[in-house]
């Protein structure tokens, strides 16, 4: 298996990370499909998940100078980039964010390196775009500009609208959003797989409901 997209995809399946069965999403949807990036939970798993990213981040030729991780699951995330690219010869500072403000010692909710430059953002799946909306408020509430955001897995559903999320970011922000995989390297996984392709339909049906149509946005 030599395509990076499709490793990932059973690098995921290993860990239990995507399953398929009757679940229910933040959203409140009944979905054939779950994604939890945080049952990446041993020290190869995080080890492994870093590196997946460093590679999509330098595929994906974007310039930034630094990363930010939001809270909760960001941290982790962002600090196993940040050793997975310097590891590849790109060291890069990074920060993170606490959900409540420390008034004592140095203060303030930003732990890390201070945000400046060019600021990668990076997180597990977006569902409603909140924690991304409050990463670039900070990002640049503190002078530094927000560069782009990489997830794991783009879910390819609507929004609050007929758009997806991250179309909806794309365009509100003029911001580059990629993702490690899509729905649709899902569903080539399955078409793949002969043990897996019985939960075709079920997606099938789940994004003929829930899919989201395309929206033209601008060029970043």
């Known amino acids: 298996m030599t395509d990076p997209k499709q490793q990932f995809i059973h690098f995921a399946l290993q860990h239990n990370v995507l399953r398929f069965g009757q679940f229910?999403?933040?959203?409140g949807r009944p979905s054939p499909y779950f994604f939890n990036a945080g049952l990446f939970n041993t020290g190869q798993a995080l080890q492994q998940l870093g590196q997946y990213y460093a590679q999509a981040i330098l595929a994906s030729k974007i310039h930034f100078d630094a990363l930010f991780?939001?809270?909760?699951?960001?941290?982790p995330l962002v600090s196993t980039i940040a050793i997975a690219l310097a590891e590849a010869g790109h060291d890069y500072p990074f920060s993170f964010n606490r959900k409540e403000i420390k008034d004592h010692g140095e203060g303030g909710n930003i732990i890390g390196a201070p945000l400046?430059?060019?600021v990668?953002?990076?997180d597990d799946v977006i569902s409603a775009g909140l924690s991304v909306g409050?990463?670039?408020h900070m990002i640049r509430a503190a002078g530094a500009t927000p560069s782009g955001v990489v997830i794991a897995l783009d879910r390819m559903e609507k929004g609050t609208q007929e758009h997806s999320?991250?179309?909806e970011i794309r365009y509100q922000y003029n911001l580059p959003v990629f993702s490690l995989i899509t729905l649709d390297d899902i569903v080539h996984h399955l078409h793949a797989n002969q043990n897996l392709a019985c939960h075709l339909p079920a997606i099938?049906?789940?994004r003929e409901r829930y899919g989201a149509s395309m929206l033209d946005t601008p060029d970043c």
Request: aromatic residues 8%; glycine residues 12%.
């Open 24 to 27: 229910k999403t933040k959203a």
């Open 69 to 75: 991780g939001p809270a909760y699951k960001g941290i």
């Open 116 to 118: 400046a430059g060019r």
């Open 120 to 122: 990668l953002i990076a």
């Open 134 to 136: 409050e990463s670039i």
């Open 165 to 167: 999320t991250l179309q």
């Open 204 to 206: 099938a049906a789940y």
